[in-house]
């Protein structure tokens, strides 16, 4: 698991993923699950983002114009009302049209719904986001400083979990056309134990 997951999870220690499974519907167990998922992914697509100049500087200017990782200031506050952070708009710029791709897949993987997987991400987003921009603060970083922090940790969750990554990546992949979908799925299914 990459440092930022791992912080972001301690961050939701607590009542936070009881919070997140109320709000979805969903066991804790599962959510729990869920969310050690969805927080590589997202963060392997912001990597492949940021690895384009034009996508670190993007976003480089979110992160320092909306967020500076205040919300992780009031975690419960946020999950008592967390379609206040725009978490839709995040996903539509992180994920682009891959969206319904990796809802289905983290679906399929999870036994979650799509539509709680959707609900999920749109927790999840602004909370990295918001994690993100803490570090970019605290360690000055530039746009090449945050574009080499975000392949620090996707390296890091490709060494912890090669299996899990693989998958992830392969549902990121925007050249793909949809034909390998059913064996991506397949593989994030077997990374679930097949629930």
């Known amino acids: 698991m990459d440092d930022l997951t791992k912080q972001l999870m301690q961050q939701l220690s607590g009542d936070g993923v009881s919070r997140i499974s109320k709000r979805i519907r969903a066991d804790e167990q599962t959510t729990n699950a869920a969310l050690t998922t969805a927080m590589p992914l997202l963060l392997s697509a912001l990597a492949k983002n940021a ?37 839709a708009g995040i996903l539509k710029h992180v994920l682009g049209s891959q969206q319904p791709v990796v809802a289905k897949g983290l679906a399929q993987g999870t036994g979650l719904k799509s539509s709680q997987i959707k609900q999920l991400l749109r927790i999840v987003a602004p909370l990295l986001l918001g994690m993100l921009g803490q570090q970019q603060q605290q360690q000055g970083l530039d746009t090449s400083g945050l574009s080499a922090l975000l392949g620090n940790q996707q390296q890091m969750a490709q060494e912890t979990n090669p299996d899990m990554m693989g998958v992830l990546n392969s ?21 679930f134990g097949g629930r």
């Open 171 to 191: 549902l990121l992949d925007t050249d793909r056309d949809g034909s390998a979908l059913d064996e991506v799925m397949g593989m994030v299914g077997k990374l």
């Open 51 to 87: 690895s384009e100049p034009e996508g670190a500087q993007s976003l480089y200017q979110a992160l320092a114009e909306d967020h500076d990782g205040s919300i992780l200031n009031n975690v419960p506050g946020f999950l008592d009302n967390p379609q206040a952070a725009n978490g």
